[in-house]
């Protein structure tokens, strides 16, 4: 299959591929490996069995949510399976992979360099195969709302596709207010959006620390955000990298309908969990979509960013994701 090529046809790879990182939680070394998967078996995580535990499949589902503080969280009955689930998410929603595989034999998604580039990356590497059956798509019919502390997140009908607008706001002479729109298609996922790495407060991590949380953030993974300054040597990828990675997120995480979304999606001050309680309510109004067969291939559209002056408003947490 061409790279960047959206087809009617459902999808796969081409052969398994593996990455090995850290969890940016944990800090403990953790390898993913994404196996091809048989048409109609979506997206499913298989948490290897340790420590005398066993192997858990958990299917890539909203309804396998359980947790959204810091990160997106997958699990079952037996409690929470793998976290940061996003990021990887969001490189198979992205360069439109159907089915397959993702294998984790640690606690959470190794966060790699921060972005989903890694992921897309292994993906390119193992190939994009076509399977037989057309793709079955959750087509949005009506506006899905959700207000909510401040954070609005909206899901409407949009013409084919996936759409994601975002808006951020911090109290932050160096974030301020910025905002960004696309019209999700796979070239324009990896030259736009994939790159594009989490951040932190420098302030902030001590508090973490202290809960558990970001013992493996470092300056290779994670853009940290000093009073008046970015202190990674690189610096940023993009001027307005914070809110792209932003849509990043919501993009994984809106992969957790079960299907591709054809749909817009806005939000406003938004994270994991707006993102997660907007497809919940979308599912949970049948009026709102139906399944629908993708026939035709995708319009590449431009993708636009702009970056506002900044503004006073609060600070909505350390938004390590």
Known sequence: MTRGTQAGRQTTLREQVTVSGIGV???????????????????????SGSDGQKDREITANFRSVTATEFATVLGDANGPAVSTTEHVLAALCGLGIDNAV??????????????????????????????????RCIRVLKPVRINADGCCGELRPHA???????????DHPLI????????????????????????????DVAK???????????????????ENRILNTEGMRFSDEFVRHKAVDAIGDLALA??????AY????????????VVTALMAD????????????????????????????????????
């Open 208 to 226: 973490l620390w202290s809960a558990g949380y970001a013992l493996g953030a470092s300056f290779e993974n994670t853009v940290v955000v000093a």
């Open 258 to 263: 079960g299907a591709p979304l054809i749909g």
């Open 160 to 170: 084919r596709g996936l759409r994601v607008e975002t808006e951020i706001e911090f």
């Open 286 to 321: 049948e009026s709102a979509w139906t399944y629908s067969e993708m026939e035709e291939p995708m319009r590449r559209t431009r993708g636009h960013a702009d970056l506002a002056a900044g503004f006073a408003a609060p600070a909505y947490g350390p938004n390590i994701s």
């Open 176 to 203: 301020g207010r910025q905002s960004f729109a696309v019209d999700v298609e796979p070239q324009l996922f990896r030259r736009e959006l994939a790159r594009a790495r989490t951040f932190g407060f420098m302030r």
């Open 102 to 135: 993702v294998e984790v034999d640690g606690p959470e998604v190794p966060i790699m360099d921060g972005s989903a580039a890694p992921f897309v990356d292994a993906i390119d590497r193992a190939g994009i195969a076509l399977l037989s059956p057309p793709r």
């Open 25 to 47: 939680h944990s800090g403990s070394p953790v390898t993913v490996t994404l196996h091809p998967a048989e048409a109609n078996a979506g997206i499913v995580f298989w948490r």
């Open 266 to 277: 806005r939000s406003l001050r938004g994270g994991h969990k707006l993102n997660h309680a």
